[in-house]
């Protein structure tokens, strides 16, 4: 497993939802090596030497997981796609564009 997604309502949920996921890591011989929140006081609160974490004051920092894009300030998830402009599309190149999303 690469990534992870997740959300709490609280400080304290998020605290719990971390610890159940060190633990079922630890158990399959993982450890966690990222951290990133939208929330300056959980990451503070989990600091630790073996986790990277990510906070930073940039407004338009966005954060990658998952094959998208997240902007921890806006709780936001982005998604990009390039479209090549022409007069017309075939089926095909709209499925294709459609499936990418």
Not at 57 to 64: A, E, G, I, R
Request: glycine share 2%; charged share 25%; net charge negative.
């Amino acid at each position: 497993m690469d990534d992870i997604v997740s959300e709490a309502p609280d400080l304290e949920t998020a605290r719990r939802l971390q610890s159940q996921l060190r633990d079922a890591m630890k158990s399959c011989g993982m450890t966690l090596h990222m951290l990133s929140s939208n929330s300056p006081e959980f990451l503070i609160s989990s600091l630790s030497s073996d986790v990277e974490h990510s906070f930073s004051v940039d407004t338009d920092l966005s954060v990658k997981t998952l094959g998208v894009s997240w902007k921890p300030f806006q709780n936001r998830f982005v998604f990009k796609v390039s479209i090549s402009s022409k007069p017309s599309y075939t089926e095909r190149e709209v499925v294709s564009v459609i499936t990418r999303l």
